[in-house]
T-cell receptor
Framework: RKEVEQDPGPFNVPEGATVAFNCTYSNSASQSFFWYRQDCRKEPKLLMS???SGNEDGRFTAQLNRASQYISLLIRDSKLSDSATYLC???????FGDGTTLTVKP | DAGVIQSPRHEVTEMGQEVTLRCKPISGHNSLFWYRQTMMRGLELLIYFNNNVPIDDSGMPEDRFSAKMPNASFSTLKIQPSEPRDSAVYFC??????????????FGPGTRLLVL
């Protein structure tokens, strides 16, 4: 089993939709969690950290469920510009998920 | 801040040739990471350094790969001899520990390597 697993998608949603991705991790001792965004042929860029109490940044909400060992990313009112691959990272150093591809359509 | 700088951005070489990828981390960051990304295998950590010292090189595929960090502002990843299966995008990233304990990685633009 992989250390970090994501549904690869693709998720195809219309503009304005709400979409959520989950990322499960196997190491219960994991302490740091992040979501990165990667556009086609570009480098991954930090989207947001994930805090134990959950956190929000505009249209984006990240949550951590330690009991079930997953983190989630919720995107509200999705925009065309949200189309990208979303990577979860556990422990901040090396364990990247394979990414979930999101396409937002007009 | 210039961000993480990588060179070259693109490299096309023939099988058997030596390839050297270069990285300049963000000033003040004390951790540096080399990743390889392919469609088949996703983003894989090859090696990471902390304060210029290699900490974990378990992801380095084989002896053909080597990495050095002679000082805080420069690192190289060398492949000798290169093979077609080494074709990938190679990313360098750097990070520093935040007051809350988390480390956020910042990636360079990557080097697209094609080995013919």
């Amino acid at each position: 089993r992989k250390e970090v697993e994501q549904d690869p998608g693709p998720f195809n949603v219309p503009e304005g939709a709400t979409v959520a991705f989950n990322c499960t991790y196997s190491n219960s001792a994991s302490q740091s969690f992040f979501w990165y965004r990667q556009d086609c042929r570009k480098e991954p860029k930090l989207l947001m950290s994930v805090y134990s109490s959950g956190n929000e940044d505009g249209r984006f909400t990240a949550q951590l469920n330690r009991a079930s060992q997953y983190i989630s990313l919720l995107i509200r009112d999705s925009k065309l510009s949200d189309s990208a691959t979303y990577l979860c990272v556990v422990n901040g150093k090396s364990t990247f998920g394979d990414g979930t591809t999101l396409t937002v359509k007009p | 801040d210039a961000g993480v700088i990588q060179s070259p951005r693109h490299e096309v070489t023939e099988m058997g040739q030596e390839v050297t990828l270069r990285c300049k981390p963000i000033s003040g960051h004390n951790s540096l990471f080399w990743y390889r990304q392919t469609m088949m295998r996703g983003l894989e950590l090859l090696i990471y350094f902390n304060n210029n010292v290699p900490i974990d090189d378990s992801g380095m595929p084989e002896d053909r790969f080597s990495a050095k960090m002679p000082n805080a502002s420069f690192s190289t990843l060398k492949i000798q001899p290169s093979e077609p299966r080494d074709s990938a995008v190679y990313f360098c990233a750097s990070s520093s520990r935040q007051p809350g304990g988390q480390e956020t990685q910042y990636f360079g633009p990557g080097t697209r390597l094609l080995v013919l």
